[in-house]
């Protein structure tokens, strides 16, 4: 009886190949550490001009990086609420250092499939501009998408892609910054 119980385990083992459920629960936390390239794509004004088909505006800033950590809670299997800390740097053609510090609340929505998680998210925050003598405080839109690997029940290593809409407003002088980021991620869950 017991060979007979231990030859059928692996037939029984393989119904649950391919999509998996979440092993998360309402209460369960993540937090991640990100660091990675930030990509200047392009800027325009309040009249659109700058948009690369309309009227190229490169934003003449150099590649530049980008860091920061993340934490989140589960308020479903399969959705967590959480917040972002960042910085990022670029330098222009004069040297000059463009500094951004966003404070982000997003939601993602994770599609597992075990042993892979892709979770897509929406940020919505505050981002502290400076360069050179000049500051702002923008709004920033960050919709994403990553891709990690489930180590065990703890860790997670993946990469993220983000976009950034940086929207500047000041007295008639509005400017919208278009920009990309690509990080390495290591996420513990907890």
């Not at 629960?25 to 991640?32: E, I, N, P, W």
């Not at 800027?43 to 934003?59: A, E, K, R, T, V």
């Not at 308020?75 to 000059?96: E, H, K, M, W, Y």
């Amino acid at each position: 009886m017991l060979l007979l119980a231990c030859t059928a385990a692996p037939v029984f083992a393989a119904d649950n190949a391919g999509a998996a459920a979440s092993q998360y629960a309402l209460g369960d936390q993540t937090m991640s550490i990100n660091a990675g390239m930030f990509v200047p794509l392009f800027l325009f004004d309040n009249n659109f001009s700058g948009i690369p088909f309309l009227g190229h505006n490169p934003p003449q800033l150099t590649l530049g990086a980008v860091g920061s950590l993340s934490w989140a809670a589960y308020v479903t299997p399969q959705i967590r609420l959480g917040v972002d800390i960042a910085g990022n740097f670029t330098l222009s053609p004069n040297a000059n250092v463009l500094l951004m510090l966003p404070f982000v609340v997003k939601a993602a929505y994770v599609f597992t499939f075990y042993p892979f998680e892709v979770p897509l998210s929406f940020g919505i925050g505050m981002n502290i501009v400076k360069y050179t003598t000049l500051s702002s405080i923008d709004l920033l839109l960050r919709p994403g998408a990553s891709f990690y690997w489930i180590y065990n029940s703890s860790w997670s290593f993946g990469a993220n892609l983000l976009y950034w809409f940086d929207m500047q407003f000041s007295s008639g002088n509005e400017r919208y910054g278009n920009f990309l980021e690509f990080s390495l991620s290591a996420l513990y869950h907890f």
